[in-house]
Structures are given as structure tokens and as C-alpha cells.
């Protein structure tokens, strides 16, 4: 038997609710040969000692009741505490949006003031003149045909 093992058979062991006898064996043979797991042996068996020579405390009648009320305010603070970080979190994602979108307004008017439209700069960036006048309206297209015909 190995001293994981063991270690998790002891307190049972020492219970007496280890009731297969040959793993009972086993552990009392690795108890002999092995020096940690008889430390942690004799240091339950302390424990287990301490806590029997304990006097016994006694409750007053209303100790339930007033646990069970101590228990529902420490869940209720719990509840409350826990939806706060994530309100917070919440509203920080959500600010940058309007943020975002009141900078890209504020951009598309100044640059309408100006005379440019964003726009059209950007859709038009690649087109020569003769495109953007047609697309305009500016050029008809009829001209341009007879151009490139002749």
C-alpha cells in the first residue's frame, strides 16, 4: 500500500469504519514500515483526543433561530455585494458606444460645414473625374459614349 493510500484510509481507521479486514491488514502492515504515515497516524489520534476531552458547549434555546437569521443577512449582503462589480462592469462596456458614436456624428457634421462629404470621399477615392461626374450626374453618359466612339 502506498502512503496516499493510507492516508486516506486513516481516519476510518481509527473510527473503527474500516470494515474490510484485509485492507485493515494492509494498512496496519504500512503503518509499521512506515515512519511519516505513523506521524500522521499519532497526530489524528491526538486530535481525536483533544477534541473528546472538549466539554460540550450548550446552546441557549434561541441559538438556531438566530443563526438562520445571522446565515439570511450575510446572504443577502453576498447578493448585493455580487451585482454591484458587475453592474460597474457593465456600464464601463456600454459607455464606450455612445461615445463612439457621438464622435463619428460630430465628425460627419464638421465635415459636411466644410463642404466635404466623408462619404463620398471615401467611395470616390478610386474613381477618376469622369467616373464621379457621371455618377454625379454632372457628364451624360451619352457624350461620353460619342467620345469614345470617335
Known amino acids: 500500500m502506498n502512503c496516499y493510500k493510507a492516508k486516506r484510509l486513516l481516519s476510518r481507521y481509527i473510527?473503527?469504519?474500516?470494515k474490510?479486514?484485509?485492507?485493515?491488514l494492509k494498512?496496519?502492515?504500512h503503518l509499521k514500515a512506515?515512519?511519516?504515515?505513523q506521524r500522521e497516524f499519532h497526530s489524528l489520534i491526538a486530535v481525536k483526543r483533544l477534541i473528546a476531552q472538549k466539554e460540550k458547549i450548550k446552546?441557549?434555546?434561541d441559538f438556531l433561530e438566530t443563526l438562520k437569521l445571522n446565515i439570511q443577512n450575510e446572504q443577502a449582503q453576498i447578493i448585493k455585494i455580487r451585482w454591484l462589480p458587475e453592474a460597474g462592469n457593465l456600464a464601463r462596456k456600454l459607455i464606450p458606444v455612445p461615445?463612439?458614436?457621438a464622435a463619428f456624428m460630430f465628425f460627419m457634421v464638421v465635415a459636411r460645414l466644410n463642404g466635404v462629404n466623408p462619404v463620398e470621399e471615401y467611395l470616390y477615392a478610386d474613381l477618376s473625374d469622369e467616373d464621379i461626374g457621371i455618377l454625379s450626374g454632372y457628364v451624360d453618359?451619352?457624350?461620353l459614349?460619342?467620345?469614345v466612339i470617335f
Open 15 to 18: 473510527d473503527n469504519e474500516l
Open 20 to 24: 474490510d479486514e484485509s485492507l485493515r
Open 27 to 29: 494498512l496496519h502492515e
Open 34 to 37: 512506515c515512519e511519516d504515515c
Open 59 to 61: 446552546l441557549t434555546k
Open 99 to 101: 461615445a463612439i458614436i
Open 141 to 143: 453618359s451619352s457624350e
Open 145 to 147: 459614349l460619342t467620345e
